[in-house]
């Protein structure tokens, strides 16, 4: 397991754009979000059932890392934005072992 925070992304998008929409995440979003400084991986999921039906999972250097300028520049929709409906990104830190 992982001892570095966790960035979660999760979304559903239009049916019609889902073959658009995961050729762009896959070739052209993800390594852009892998390019800054401070994204260690990232690894993208479907749900088996229920919604969002798609989750990213980036390993982050620490908490600045979604916080920096760079990612602010790097993330981002582009023309999908208005088909992206049940959206939340959310990072987490993990517990130390006397929690």
Partial sequence: MT????????VDIAPALE???NQWYDQV???????VAGFLSGRRYR?????PK????YELEGVQA?????F???KGWGKFLSQISNKSLNV????PPDH
């Fill in 54 to 57: 798609y989750m990213t999972l």
């Fill in 72 to 74: 602010n520049k790097a």
């Fill in 29 to 35: 979003h993800l390594p852009e979000i892998l390019k």
């Fill in 47 to 51: 749900s088996v059932e229920g919604t």
């Fill in 3 to 10: 001892t570095h925070p966790l960035l979660v992304v999760r």
């Fill in 19 to 21: 073959t658009e929409w």
């Fill in 92 to 95: 987490y830190e993990p517990l």
């Fill in 66 to 70: 979604y916080y920096s300028e760079a």
